[in-house]
């Protein structure tokens, strides 16, 4: 869990407050947890709580499906949940923790997707991490393949959105166009407001602004690089200016 995010281990219901799934994860793995902030203890749980959680669950889940957790998918993990030292233990056993109990994944993907059901792009994020954490070993193994679609179709992604979110992170047909979602008929000046677009609603100043952990700032970053050099690519090709 990211700095900021989770506190100490102490004597507030965080894992009550969370309810469904992941509240019961955290309850399961700590008892309950301080949050290091001011306001109530058991009332609406921080959306960052709920994110940050739900990536650990969900990627802890995703390595379970591919059956061996390799030492770069571990670092992939570390850069995308960074977290202090004193916290490191409790985010260790709380991915140890999702990945051999029994409940499925559907659960932990609902609990974010009905969390985040009016921000389309935090869903995104989550995906664009598990993608991340994938790919590290040099492939997305045709399990993980199968479990981020499946965890894509409960976020309400359309195939034409996973495409797109799927094109950032692999060349499968190595097409820019697929990672800006943008037709190849557009005209240039229609290219230009796509990108500009793109590049408005990605960018890491934005999820810094909406006060989310590291963990999503970090992922930002990267979605918006994987924008960037699709748009060079294109404007390369078309000579744009």
Same mark, same amino acid.
Do not use: C
């Given at each position: 869990?990211?700095?900021?995010?989770?506190?100490?281990?102490?004597?507030?219901?965080?894992?009550?407050?969370?309810?469904?799934?992941?509240?019961?994860?955290?309850?399961? =793995?700590?008892?309950?947890?301080?949050?290091?902030?001011?306001?109530?203890?058991?009332?609406?749980?921080?959306? #960052?709580?709920?994110?940050?959680?739900?990536?650990?669950? /969900?990627?802890?889940?995703?390595?379970?499906?591919?059956?061996?957790?390799?030492? $770069?998918?571990?670092?992939?993990?570390?850069?995308? =949940?960074? =977290? $202090?030292? !004193? @916290?490191?233990?409790?985010?260790?056993?709380?991915?140890?923790?999702?990945?051999?109990?029994? $409940?499925?994944?559907?659960?932990?993907?609902?609990?974010?997707?009905?969390?985040?059901?009016? @921000?389309?792009?935090?869903? #995104?994020?989550?995906?664009?991490?598990?993608?991340?954490?994938?790919?590290? !070993?040099?492939?997305? &193994?045709?399990? @993980?393949?199968?479990?981020?679609?499946?965890?894509?179709?409960?976020?309400?992604?359309?195939?034409? *959105?996973?495409?797109?979110?799927?094109?950032? &992170?692999? *060349?499968?047909?190595?097409?820019?166009?697929?990672?800006?979602?943008?037709?190849?008929?557009?005209?240039?000046?229609?290219?230009?407001?796509?990108?500009?677009?793109?590049?408005? @609603?990605?960018?890491?100043?934005?999820?810094?602004?909406?006060?989310?952990?590291?963990?999503? =700032?970090? %992922?930002?970053?990267?979605?918006?690089?994987?924008?960037?050099?699709?748009?060079?690519? %294109?404007?390369?090709?078309?000579? /744009? $200016?």
């Amino acid at each position: 869990m990211s700095q900021g995010v989770w506190g100490k281990l102490g004597g507030a219901g965080i894992g009550l407050a969370a309810g469904g799934p992941l509240g019961a994860l955290i309850g399961a =793995v700590a008892g309950h947890f301080l949050l290091d902030r001011e306001g109530s203890l058991f009332g609406p749980t921080p959306r #960052e709580v709920v994110f940050t959680t739900g990536l650990v669950a /969900l990627a802890a889940k995703m390595a379970k499906s591919d059956g061996v957790v390799t030492p $770069s998918e571990v670092a992939a993990f570390a850069d995308i =949940v960074q =977290v $202090s030292e !004193d @916290e490191r233990a409790g985010v260790e056993r709380l991915f140890d923790l999702a990945k051999r109990t029994t $409940s499925g994944f559907e659960g932990y993907a609902r609990q974010v997707a009905d969390t985040f059901q009016d @921000e389309p792009a935090m869903l #995104e994020d989550v995906l664009d991490g598990l993608f991340h954490i994938a790919k590290a !070993d040099g492939a997305v &193994h045709e399990s @993980e393949a199968r479990y981020l679609a499946e965890v894509a179709a409960i976020f309400g992604f359309d195939e034409a *959105r996973f495409a797109a979110i799927t094109a950032r &992170h692999l *060349r499968l047909a190595d097409d820019p166009y697929e990672v800006l979602g943008a037709a190849r008929s557009l005209t240039d000046p229609e290219l230009k407001a796509r990108y500009r677009a793109l590049v408005s @609603e990605n960018h890491p100043d934005r999820v810094i602004a909406r006060g989310l952990p590291p963990a999503a =700032v970090a %992922i930002a970053t990267r979605r918006l690089a994987a924008i960037n050099a699709a748009y060079d690519r %294109i404007a390369a090709e078309r000579r /744009l $200016s």
